[in-house]
């Protein structure tokens, strides 16, 4: 499969059905599996994936996890019904959903409330975690999946995190960019350097977008 095309006209991707997402309050307990709330970005430790044993004779003690991380602000920002997303860490432009019908979406003007994000696409990065920290006092929402290359639409949920914390999300884990409710937000940003990427188009695998809603009044608390 050929890497996705982050940026492109809405229009040009077809009217499908939509799957709505489950909104869960971001807690420690509910994110077991996915990652953790982070009080303190200067104390959240990157996690970097050792390079797989590729024979019988192992990888030499020390070695294979060197290569760091590195740091940039993600930014995301609303241009009429189209989410957009910047992260300065990996050089990355992307669209990362919109709110209405791909075919009436438009990014001159808002035309429908900003209650969800249909989401077009999700990825894993299998060298390390990645620390998503608000630089601006906003609640924010993320989609994640359970690590495994068998996604499915029913095992998206999207996570309702304040801003009192930032997120960390282990490697392996699916999840798109960060959803603002406001117009545009601000985060710190660290991941593994080596920034390997697998993807999932969610419209051309399984024939649905994914409906993240951003109502409060849909959170549910596990």
Not at 26 to 34: I, V
Request: glycine share 10%; with cysteine.
């Amino acid at each position: 499969m050929n890497a996705p095309q982050y940026l492109f006209d809405v229009s040009s991707k077809p009217s499908l059905p939509w799957h709505e997402v489950p909104l869960i309050r971001a807690t420690n307990t509910a994110l077991q599996g996915y990652g953790y709330l982070v009080e303190d970005p200067d104390c959240c430790e990157i996690e970097i994936t050792r390079w797989p044993q590729q024979g019988w004779r192992p990888i030499d003690s020390g070695t294979g996890n060197e290569g760091g991380w590195v740091e940039g602000t993600f930014c995301c920002h609303w241009q009429g019904d189209v989410l957009y997303g910047e992260n300065a860490a990996v050089a990355g432009n992307y669209v990362l959903g919109w709110t209405a019908d791909p075919a009436t979406a438009s990014k001159d003007c808002q035309t429908v409330p900003r209650s969800q994000v249909l989401l077009w696409h999700m990825n894993y990065h299998p060298d390390g975690g990645q620390l998503f920290y608000p630089l601006d006092d906003k609640p924010f929402v993320v989609p994640l999946a359970l690590p495994g290359d068998n996604l499915t639409p029913d095992k998206v949920v999207a996570f309702w995190c304040d801003a009192s914390h930032g997120l960390y999300i282990h490697a392996g884990v699916w999840h798109e960019g960060i959803f603002p409710l406001a117009q545009s937000q601000r985060f710190l940003d660290r991941q593994g350097r080596v920034h390997a990427r697998v993807s999932a188009d969610i419209g051309q695998e399984f024939g649905v977008y994914l409906a993240c809603p951003l109502d409060p009044g849909k959170i549910k608390d596990l």
